[in-house]
């Protein structure tokens, strides 16, 4: 144990969230989405970042809080988008294919991989 006397805020606070993070367990999305983040960054920069800094790099101040959010949300899949409106009546259920290209609706697809028009104009921003 500790002596209480030499017992800080600070150092129980780091306790306590060092004690809580061991017990965490990542989400099987929120692990393979964090891979694909290593792997591209290992392949555009030559080495990858540890998944600390990962973390650590979406709380930068250079970010505005919607752009953390939404890579936050992307990072855990917590997006709505196909699997979300799978299994929901009409006219949800519908939102869960792309109407273009008849594959269930993803991130990746609506930024990477989708054909709609009007797709490209987004990256050109």
């Known amino acids: 144990g500790i002596a209480l006397k030499c017992l800080t805020q600070g150092l129980a606070y780091k ?24 792997d591209a960054i290992l392949d555009f ?5 540890t998944t600390r800094q ?10 505005t809080r919607q ?3 939404f890579l936050w949300k992307a990072i ?24 273009v290209c008849k594959v269930e609706e993803s991130l990746e697809h609506i930024l990477l991989q989708c054909t709609q028009s009007g797709h490209g104009k987004v990256w050109e921003l």
């Open 76 to 99: 855990h899949g917590v997006h709505k988008t196909g699997g979300y409106f799978k299994n929901m009546k009409q006219p949800w259920a519908g939102y869960a294919m792309c109407p």
């Open 45 to 49: 920069y030559g080495k990858a970042p």
């Open 15 to 38: 306790g306590i969230r060092q004690a809580r993070s061991e017990r965490l367990v990542t989400r099987r999305q929120t692990g393979g989405n964090i891979n694909l983040i290593k």
């Open 67 to 69: 752009a953390r959010e």
């Open 54 to 63: 990962i973390w650590q790099d979406l709380k930068s101040v250079a970010l």
